[in-house]
């Protein structure tokens, strides 16, 4: 999962949110000297990702991406899926979206002194160039898709990955749905 699925999911305080994301960035990090809620939200972290990838539904929407692609398929669906949470939002809550979204961009950098250097400059550019905002628009995902591409240090075949999304976007909209009840469900009790 990415960024804005890891904070809806999370336990309910800001702590534990910052925990969720900083999931991604605990390389190097000894975990047990973090406060308890940002422990707690890192867990969370790794019990959702854990939970993804073996999920039916996500492992036959891996297997949609063209061979390949297929290396890369988990980190397109995991900014995919922010794209069709925000779209399907008021499936899985009664909470506005927007005021999530701005809490959620409040918080970050109140809590940016529990963050490593690397998180805080991504946290940073989440809230400023408004992420959670521009994953509505699928073109969107596809730019987000290609920056991260760009990243790569080897050669790779991920840039244009969204032509592969939008090919198959019925099904992969159709299984996220299912999957995200599913995960909200499990990452209730966690």
Same mark, same amino acid.
């Given at each position: ?25 605990? &390389? ?11 422990? !707690? ?9 854990? *939970?993804?990838? &073996? ?14 692609? &297929? !290396?890369?398929? /988990? ?9 069709? +949470? +925000?779209?399907?939002?008021? !499936? ?12 959620? *961009?409040?918080? +970050? ?11 805080? $400059?991504?946290? $940073? $550019? ?15 995902? /596809?730019? =987000?898709?290609?920056?991260?591409? =760009? ?15 939008? /090919? ?6 159709? $299984? %996220?749905?299912? %999957?995200?009840?599913?995960?909200? !469900? ?5």
């Amino acid at each position: 999962m990415n960024h804005l699925a890891h904070v809806f999911l999370a336990p309910d305080t800001p702590e534990a949110r910052v925990g969720s994301i900083l999931g991604d960035f605990c &390389r190097g990090i000894s975990v047990a000297d973090l406060p308890g809620d940002v422990q !707690r939200g890192v867990e969370h972290h790794l019990s959702v990702d854990s *939970y993804t990838d &073996r999920h039916p539904q996500v492992c036959a929407s891996r297997r949609l991406f063209s061979p390949q692609r &297929r !290396r890369f398929a /988990g980190v397109a669906l995991d900014i995919l899926y922010d794209h069709y +949470l +925000l779209k399907h939002w008021h !499936r899985f809550t009664d909470v506005d979206q927007d005021g999530f979204i701005r809490m959620i *961009y409040r918080e +970050l950098p109140e809590h940016e002194y529990l963050m490593p250097e690397p998180m805080r $400059r991504v946290t $940073r $550019r989440i809230a400023m160039d408004d992420w959670f905002g521009h994953y509505r628009d699928l073109d969107n995902i /596809g730019y =987000a898709l290609d920056r991260v591409a =760009a990243r790569i240090r080897f050669p790779n075949r991920f840039d244009g990955i969204i032509e592969e999304i939008e /090919g198959h976007s019925e099904e992969l909209e159709s $299984r %996220f749905l299912w %999957f995200f009840q599913d995960l909200q !469900r499990d990452a209730s009790t966690l």
